[in-house]
């Protein structure tokens, strides 16, 4: 997913970790800071397994701000976000 990236971006350590709703699992190993990732489905549970925070977005393009998921924390049945972005 992270194809085409800037190679000098400041990366998170870890892995965003998204699950959709029959329990497909979707991840995204050390995701690049300040970059919008848009999510391949409308995940029923979100999890931050990154060394960062991560801001979450209802709609696509990082737009809609929802909240934000600090390191180690999960989110579950948010109604399907769109996008994130990992503060750096």
């Given amino acids: 997913m992270a ?3 800037a190679t ?3 990366a998170a350590t870890g892995a965003l970790r998204y699950f959709s709703i029959s329990g497909q699992e979707f ?3 050390n995701p690049p800071d300040n970059v919008c ?7 029923d ?3 931050n397994q990154t060394n960062k925070a991560m ?3 209802s709609g696509a393009d990082c737009t809609s701000f ?3 998921l ?8 948010t109604g399907g976000p769109r996008s994130v972005r990992i503060i750096g």
């Fill in 3 to 5: 194809t085409g990236l």
């Fill in 8 to 10: 000098n971006a400041q």
């Fill in 27 to 29: 991840r995204v190993d």
């Fill in 37 to 43: 990732i848009n999510l391949l489905v409308r995940p």
């Fill in 45 to 47: 549970l979100t999890t």
């Fill in 55 to 57: 801001n979450v977005y």
């Fill in 66 to 68: 929802f909240f934000t």
């Fill in 70 to 77: 600090d390191p180690g924390r999960s989110a579950a049945h």
